[in-house]
């Protein structure tokens, strides 16, 4: 008999089943939710605005953000972004690794 029968069609038997623990998000937005947060994407692109919602990929709704047009609620897709700070308590400094100008 060839290939075998079910049980060992496409290399594999019957998997034993786990109960996996659910995975949980990197990071715990969920007290900036109704918070206004600062958003920096690859290229340099970036956006402020409330965050309304969120999912374990990091992908972002927010709200209330300022941009050249009125586009009301906007998605963010998780993995272009690369930072992301609360606005309130945020101070922006000089970068201390740029070389100084004499």
Same mark, same amino acid.
């Given at each position: 008999?060839?290939?075998?029968?079910?049980?060992?069609?496409?290399?594999?038997?019957?998997?034993? *089943?786990?109960?996996?623990?659910?995975?949980?998000?990197?990071? /715990?937005?969920?007290?900036?939710?109704?918070?206004?947060?600062?958003?920096?994407?690859?290229?340099g692109?970036?956006? *402020?605005?409330?965050?309304?919602?969120? /999912?374990? &990929?990091?992908?972002?709704?927010l /709200? /209330?953000?300022?941009? %050249?047009?009125?586009?009301?609620?906007?998605? &963010?897709?998780?993995? *272009?972004? *690369?930072? &992301? %700070?609360?606005?309130?308590?945020? $101070? $922006?400094?000089?970068?201390?690794?740029?070389?100084?100008?004499?």
């Open positions: 008999m060839r290939g075998g029968g079910p049980a060992t069609r496409g290399g594999k038997g019957p998997q034993p *089943t786990l109960d996996k623990p659910k995975r949980e998000a990197i990071l /715990d937005l969920s007290k900036y939710v109704n918070e206004r947060i600062r958003v920096k994407f690859t290229g692109r970036e956006v *402020t605005g409330v965050l309304k919602g969120f /999912d374990q &990929l990091l992908n972002l709704v /709200d /209330d953000v300022p941009t %050249s047009r009125p586009l009301g609620l906007v998605v &963010l897709r998780g993995p *272009t972004i *690369t930072l &992301l %700070s609360p606005v309130d308590g945020f $101070e $922006e400094i000089a970068n201390p690794f740029l070389a100084q100008e004499a």
